[in-house]
């Protein structure tokens, strides 16, 4: 049985040393920093990482601040409210819940937010720094899962690395951190020949592709460290469950994580740290 690098656990001590550095913070600058977060529609499971979110930054004495609007709203409603947000001295982050309602453009919105207050790393300008090299916020999801391979000492300089899935908020920022730590880096998707010879040849597997329990046994090596991101609901029992089939691959991996109490508490744990990082970068201006 392989090692399961227990998310909620190290994102719970993670959370302890940014609660003590938020304490610091308030004595230095008078107050906390403060994180708005805009909600829009109905969607169960983006209220649910919200919640999520937001129970985070109490734990850690970030102030919160939600938004919530009805999936009706405009575009150009939407558009001035992170305006006034963006003006709003107080306010440090701004995090727009993705996916938006299909009649507004989320690529403008995310545009939208000021580049110092994007503590999702979503920005394009934030994107660009990150793929030239240049100091910028990480995107969460990729930024706590390198913490995890770092909390266990994994080295990955050399390394074959296999990221399933190809989005802009994982599997693409992922693969840019795994090349910056020297992995020799494959990212793998839908259109994949034979994608279980590759993910086979993974000492590193990122599975991020958004299909309940689809990395099987058969499609990893013997002793591989596999990181599940995905977060799916059984379609018979509605409980959540991962893109990797734990029983099935945990006696072959040598490392690996579980859905839920794996990435997921990773992800919002980042989110706490960026956003104190944004303030204290717009602070010490
Ligand atoms: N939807 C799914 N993941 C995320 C995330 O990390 N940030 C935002 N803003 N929306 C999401």
Redesign the pocket.
Request: proline share 14%; aromatic share 14%; glycine share 0%.
């Given at each position: 049985m392989g090692v399961v690098i227990d998310g909620k656990t190290l994102s719970a001590n993670i959370k302890a040393d940014l609660a003590e550095r938020v304490r610091s913070l308030r004595g230095e600058y008078g107050r906390v920093p403060v994180l708005t977060v805009i909600l829009v529609g109905d969607d169960p499971a983006?209220h649910s990482?919200v919640r999520g979110k937001i129970k985070a930054a109490a734990e850690v004495g970030i102030e919160s601040r939600l938004v919530e609007l009805d999936a009706s709203v405009g575009e150009q409603e939407l558009l001035d409210r992170v305006h006034a947000l963006n003006e709003d001295d107080g306010v440090d982050g701004i995090?727009?819940?993705?996916?938006l309602p299909k009649h507004i453009d989320s690529e403008r919105v995310v545009s939208a937010i000021s580049l110092e207050k994007d503590v999702?790393g979503?920005h394009p300008l934030n994107v660009a720094r990150l793929w030239l090299g240049e100091p910028c916020t990480l995107?969460?999801?990729p930024k706590g899962v390198m913490r995890m391979l770092d909390s266990v000492g994994i080295g990955l300089s050399g390394c074959n690395a296999v990221v399933v899935g190809r989005s802009n908020?994982v599997g693409k920022p992922m693969a840019k951190l795994l090349l910056d730590a020297n992995a020799t880096v494959t990212v793998a998707h839908s259109r994949t020949r034979d994608l279980a010879e590759v993910t086979r040849r993974a000492d590193v597997l990122i599975a991020a592709v958004g299909r309940a329990r689809f990395i099987g046994a058969d499609m990893i090596k013997e002793g591989a460290v596999v990181i599940d991101v995905g977060v799916n609901r059984d379609e018979t029992t509605g409980k959540l469950c991962g893109d990797v089939d734990f029983d099935a691959c945990a006696g072959k991996a040598s490392y690996i994580t579980k859905t839920p109490g794996g990435v997921g508490p990773m992800?919002i744990c980042m989110l706490m740290e960026n956003t104190i990082e944004c303030f204290v970068k717009r602070k010490s201006r």
């Open positions: 983006s990482y995090l727009v819940q993705l996916p999702d979503f995107p969460c999801t908020i992800t």
